[in-house]
Each structure stands twice: as structure tokens, then as C-alpha cells.
């Protein structure tokens, strides 16, 4: 074993500082877009995804970052270039939003919050271009989440965990637009309910439902 007499290994060898990193994953919610890559500070970083596709999570240093997005196997004219803060030790879903070719990017915080010991959490996020504001109900006409506009995401709501089924309606007319049967919710798990598509023309409204990072990244 090799002893140095004079230095502790604290000063001998210091470990350089790493810069504290978030997690990150990729929604294409954007109408009608084709496939699409996405690059961050030009480095591609999810690639073809499909409308309606989740990319898995990333971890990236915190930092500015210019996002770019392409036709998938394209890098040459961006549909959508946007710079971005990522603070320190988050979760984001980065979802692409707008019918296309009018794209936007929305950063949307997978919220790190301490979980109730047999529950689960739910929320709701409005991602549909043309849907008027709605309210989310149970069939029993109990109200989760009222009145989310376009662009709105709910708080995580705690549940109870089993079988679920969720009905949004038109906030103003009360007009049913979806009905949502047998969602399975697991204890200790957050979920979203994504709103995607459009009210009055192709591709029509329906919801995805993802496993959140915040189940079980840390």
C-alpha cells in the first residue's frame, strides 16, 4: 500500500465538482407533426418520434440549452428552435404542442413531492390546440379537476388506487367530449392524463397516460 506522510487523500486527489442533473423525456402532443428529432446545444438527443410518443428520460447537467427541433432525419431546417433554462435536480416532460407546422415547446414539471403511503397521484394536463377549457369528472359528476385550459397543468391529486374512469367535459356548456374507462392506478405511482388532439378536425381528442419520472427517479 502507498502511504504519502504529508497529504491527506482529501488533498492529495480532489474529486472535481459535478454539476447537479435533471431528467428530462420528450412528447410529440403536436397535431398532424411528422416524426420528429430532437436536439439539445445541437447534440441530438431523441430521435423519429412519432405523435403521440414519449421518449424515454435523460439525464442532463442543469444549465441554458437551445432545443431545436426536425423532420426526423433532417437537421437542416428547424421546426421549432427555442432556448431553455433546466434548473438543478428536476424532472420534465418537454412536450411539442400546436397543430403543425405551428409548433411550440411547453416544459412540463414532473413535480418531486412525498408520496402517501397507499396512494397514488393524478393529474391533468391540457395539451389539445382547439378544446375549450373542461372540467374532469368522475361518472358520479364529482369534479377532479375544474376548468383547465389549453396549456394547463393540474396539481397531483392523491387517490385511492384501483380502477378508474374519468370523463372530461366542455367547462362552459358542460358538453361530454371524452369518456375514459378502466385506468389503472397503482399505489406509490404519479401519473399524467395528457389531453391530445383536437376538438373539431383530425387527429380527433384522446388522452395518453404515462408512468411519471417522479415514481421513481431520484
Known amino acids: 500500500m502507498f502511504i504519502c506522510p504529508y497529504y491527506s487523500y482529501e488533498s492529495f486527489y480532489r474529486m472535481p465538482e459535478i454539476d447537479p442533473i435533471s431528467y428530462i423525456r420528450f412528447l410529440n402532443a403536436s397535431p398532424n407533426s411528422p416524426a420528429i428529432d430532437v436536439y ?8 423519429n418520434l412519432t405523435y403521440k410518443s414519449f421518449s424515454d428520460y435523460v439525464s442532463v447537467p442543469s444549465g441554458v440549452y437551445d432545443i431545436k ?3 426526423s432525419g433532417n437537421n437542416l431546417n428547424p421546426i421549432l428552435d427555442k432556448r431553455l433554462r433546466i434548473p438543478a435536480g428536476k424532472i420534465f416532460t418537454m412536450s411539442s404542442i400546436g397543430n403543425y407546422p ?7 414539471e414532473d413535480v418531486r413531492r412525498p408520496k402517501i403511503s397507499g396512494k397514488a397521484f393524478i393529474r391533468f394536463v391540457h395539451l389539445s390546440p382547439d378544446a ?6 368522475l361518472p358520479n359528476g364529482n369534479v377532479l379537476f375544474p376548468n383547465v385550459s389549453y396549456k394547463g397543468v393540474t396539481r397531483y391529486l392523491p387517490v385511492s388506487p384501483g380502477k378508474y374512469t374519468l370523463e372530461v367535459f366542455t367547462s362552459d356548456s358542460g358538453k361530454k ?3 375514459i ?8 405511482r404519479f401519473y399524467s392524463v395528457y389531453a391530445v388532439g383536437n376538438v ?12 411519471d419520472g417522479n415514481s421513481y427517479l431520484h
Open 40 to 47: 439539445l446545444n445541437d447534440r441530438r438527443v431523441f430521435k
Open 69 to 71: 427541433i426536425f423532420p
Open 102 to 108: 405551428n409548433m411550440g415547446l411547453l416544459p412540463i
Open 132 to 137: 375549450p377549457s373542461v372540467d374532469v369528472k
Open 177 to 179: 367530449l371524452l369518456h
Open 181 to 188: 374507462p378502466n385506468i389503472r392506478i397503482i399505489p406509490n
Open 200 to 211: 373539431s378536425r383530425n387527429p380527433k381528442l384522446q388522452v395518453l397516460i404515462p408512468l
